[in-house]
Structure formats: C-alpha cells, structure tokens
C-alpha cells in the first residue's frame, strides 16, 4: 500500500511562521506533535497541544542543546522498516512508536555568517540535529513524510485532506528528493565557509552550492529551459536591480555578466556594450556621455540589440542619447528620474541597477556533462617591471598606458583576440577566430569602417603571441602604431623586424590572455 497515515510528527523549525496552518490540519487527523523547546513553546503559544522532546524521549537535552532530538527512540521511529518482521519486534520490544511526518528546517548558518565574523557563534549554528533527522527521513521515504520548507506547507495540508490524513509514495518521494537538496545545499555552504576561511581553492572534494532565484524566459534558445541560481554565501539577492523592463533570459544574464566583469576591471568613468558575450566596443572617459558616444562607434552595428553596461550614473541627457538606439538592456550605477522617464518610452528596454553589485568570487567554475573546471580569475593584465620594449622605438609613458586599456580588453574579448584603440577607446575587435590572422582582418575592417577620420595614433593588442608576422603586417598597413603582445613565438624576431621596418614600436607582456 503506497499511502501511509500520519499519526505521529515531529516538529522542530527555526522560522515559525506558517506554523499555524500546518497545525490546524494535523490536529484535523488527530495526529500527536513532538516538538523541540523553541517550537514547542510556539506551538502552545497558537493553542495547539504537543510533547516536548525531552518528555518524549525521557532524556533530558544536554551540551547547551547540542544533543535533544539525538536519540534511539527519535531516530528508531523514524527508521524502522515498517514491512520488516525483525524491525517491528526490536521497535516492541523497546516500546518505540513510529514517527510518520518529520517538519524541520536548520539552524541559520547563512544569516549567521552575515551577522558575525565570531567564529564561536558560527560554529554554534552549524546545524547537527537537523539534517540528521531529515536525511533519516528522506532515506525511509517509503513510510516517511518529510518538510523542509515552509513553501511546502500548503502541498502537504492538500495533500491531507485529499488523502484524509495519508501521504501517497509520490508525495514522500518528491519531499525526500527535495530533503537530500537542501542537506547538500546546508553542508556544502559550510565547507564552502571552511574553505574561503582557509583560503582553499582547490579542495580533494569541491562542492557547488545553489539557490535558484528564478525560472527564465528560456535558455540559449527558446526550445531550452533555463533558471538561474545564487552561489553566494553571504548573499540570496543578486543585487542587481531590475528597474523596468520584461523578463531576462539565459543570454541576457549571460551578457550582464559579461560586462559587470569588464566594468569590474575599470576604477575610472567607463562604457561597456556587449554582444553576444563579447564586447563591441569599450570607452574609458571622464565625461559619460562621451564614454558612451565613443563606445558605440566602435562598432555601430553589432551595438543593434546589445546591452550597455555603465560603472556611471545616467542622466537625462545620456538617456535621450542611449534612446536614440536600439538597446535590449542598460545597467548603470543609478538612473535619474528623469533618465528613467526618457527611456521608460522604448516598449521592452530594461533598465537595471548595479550600483550594490560586487563580485566576490576569486575563481570561475565551467561545467560540462559529467566534470567541471575551475580556475582563478584573470585579475591580472600586466607587470610594469616585467614589460620588455622590443623594438627600436620605445613607448612614452602615455602610451604604456593607452596600451594597458587595449591590453586588459583583450581579457574580455573570446580567443583569438585583436583590439585596436585610440586614446582610450576601442576602434576595432577581432574575436573568436580560430586564426590570429583572421581576427587582425576583423579588427581592421570594423576600424576601417566605422571610423569617420584616420586615427594617428593607434594602439593593437594582441591576447596571445603572433605565430608568423603576418598579423603583425597587416595591424602595420591599417595605421597601427603601437602593438602590445605576450610574446613567446619561435618567429618573435620575424614580428619584431616587420615592426621595426615600419618604425612601429612593440611590446612584450610575458603573459597571455586567452578567454574561451
């Protein structure tokens, strides 16, 4: 027989609220409550009967309540195979009764850890009992029922009086499934507290921790389905906050990433437009309107449905310009109110505030099929002291530093990557081609295209080193300057004397920054 009455219940949950309805509909089936001190205290307080554990178990909880629900006659009930001869004779003759539901939640290690840094306190709310009872639970689902979550609350009262007062084996199996996510969940946030306390980045065992925040519209592409998740210890809220606009999907988190990351990488006024993962063009200057501007021109046609990322405030008359166009999201530090009417008339634009966000992580995780990678993140972009200028003509100060922005896109662009910028300011984006060559031509063509003056002084980076100098011949030809690179190629001399031919001045990195 898959339904099982509930005649027993043990109850013991830190957030009480909800509790009312729960009980309503136990005492409904006459079902008989245990319950913890704290529980118990509010479950007489709403003016429903139950037995304190203590009282129940004849032990009197001890270790400042470290050790109450941990007991034989606890964990018996919950255990015992109901269809097992030999198992029903011990729980006889020991005088154990069956425990049938299970309602828990754990102690809050999460909002603890926001709250202090005292290691004592957080220890002390590393829940023990807890999970015990609820992976026990979860184990037995076949004559177990097991809450975790006070959302379920409302599924398991239908499920009630749809059964009058039994459980069917679907229902216990799903709560189970559900049970062993959150043990998982609870423990791997502390190994993961463990670990970032140590600083331990590559542990024997990784665990990845997740609280889905939300279903999105769709994955990848509309035929997949998609959610996002929360790994963040201190954290349940993303803090990006939507201010207008309809319901983001997997590409859109995608590319806001994208571009908190670059931003990331920015202490000064700057504007990042991405598509498709890559950004089309990047614009460090003190005025945000023109960071905008010069952002845009890099590459006008990719921008078409992109997404404009800010680290400024928009006002009202960067709005009016950034409305001129067609933009499926902005983020920025603040909107005005004024900004937000402006742009509030284009129908499906989305508008969000990053001014709390705040990376925190110190590595990146890519998952496939059944393994995943981890790796620091490239925080890096180059050494001052370890750059070697290797060609007749040597860099000014300036220059170094207009090679540094170019350089520290090119983190940010998918391999094979070229940039070319002027100032401070992309003219150019090679990404994503198999041949460096190719990403030279890309990068040119878009310069050549969508810049209305030739620029003197043009800066090329490249993300790794030039297998042959042809690359390097072609950034030459369209005006390059300057090239900054890692260096490293057999054929570094055959690069070099095109450069110096053509009296154009080159750097080398000594480091790499391939992005797949």
């Not at 509010?42 to 003016?47: A, P, Q």
């Not at 391999?415 to 460096?436: D, E, H, K, L, W």
Request: glycine content about 6%.
């Amino acid at each position: 027989m898959n339904k099982k009455k509930i005649k027993n219940a043990l109850i013991s949950v830190s957030d009480k609220s909800n509790l009312k309805i729960l009980l309503t509909v136990l005492k409904k089936f006459d079902v008989n409550i245990i319950s913890s001190g704290g529980t118990s205290a509010e479950i007489n307080r709403l003016g429903f009967k139950c037995q304190e554990v203590s009282k129940y178990t004849k032990f009197k909880e001890m270790l400042d309540g470290r050790v109450k629900t941990l007991h034989p006659k606890i964990h018996a009930g919950i255990l015992n195979n109901r269809l097992d001869k030999k198992h029903q004779r011990e729980m006889r003759k020991k005088n154990f009764e069956d425990i049938d539901l299970i309602v828990v939640d754990f102690y809050p290690f999460q909002k603890t850890i926001k709250k202090t840094k005292n290691p004592k306190k957080i220890i002390e709310n590393i829940d023990i009992g807890g999970p015990t009872m609820v992976r026990a639970a979860a184990k037995n689902f076949q004559h177990v029922s097991i809450i975790t979550n006070k959302k379920d609350y409302g599924i398991f009262i239908n499920e009630m009086n749809n059964n009058k007062g039994f459980t069917s084996l679907k229902f216990r199996e799903e709560m189970a499934s559900k049970a062993f996510g959150l043990t998982a969940y609870y423990d791997s946030m502390i190994a993961n507290w463990f670990n970032q306390k140590l600083n331990i980045i590559f542990p024997e065992n990784k665990t990845i921790f997740g609280k889905k925040i939300k279903e999105l519209r769709y994955g990848e592409n509309p035929h997949q389905n998609s959610s996002i998740y929360i790994n963040d210890l201190y954290s349940e809220d993303l803090k990006l906050k939507k201010i207008r606009g309809k319901e983001l999907s997997y590409n859109n988190y995608n590319d806001i990433f994208t571009g908190l990351e670059i931003l990331s990488s920015f202490k000064k006024t700057v504007t990042v437009i991405i598509k498709h993962s890559n950004p089309s063009g990047v614009s460090q200057n003190k005025s945000g309107l023109k960071s905008f501007q010069e952002a845009y021109k890099c590459d006008p046609v990719s921008a078409f449905g992109g997404i404009v990322c800010c680290n400024f405030v928009i006002n009202e008359k960067i709005a009016k310009e950034m409305s001129k166009i067609f933009f499926e999201i902005i983020l920025a530090k603040s909107f005005t109110r004024e900004a937000i009417k402006v742009l509030s008339k284009k129908k499906n634009l989305i508008l969000i505030d990053i001014s709390k966000f705040k990376y925190k992580k110190s590595y990146q995780i890519k998952t496939f099929d059944g393994s995943f990678l981890l790796q620091e993140k490239n925080k890096k972009i180059f050494e001052k002291n370890k750059l070697s200028f290797v060609t007749k003509q040597k860099p000014s100060k300036s220059e170094i530093e207009y090679a540094k922005f170019a350089f520290n896109v090119c983190k940010f662009v998918k391999s094979n990557s070229i940039v070319i910028s002027n100032n401070f300011t992309t003219v150019g984006i090679g990404a994503g081609q198999p041949s460096r060559l190719d990403s030279c031509k890309i990068a040119v063509d878009k310069y050549k295209k969508f810049q209305s003056k030739k620029v003197k002084k043009l800066i090329a980076a490249s993300d790794a080193f030039f297998p042959f100098p042809d690359g390097v011949q072609k950034l030459i030809n369209a005006g390059v300057k300057l090239i900054i690179q890692p260096g490293g190629s057999k054929r570094d001399a055959d690069a070099i004397r095109v450069a110096n031919k053509a009296k154009v001045k080159m750097i080398f990195t000594k480091i790499r920054h391939f992005n797949h």
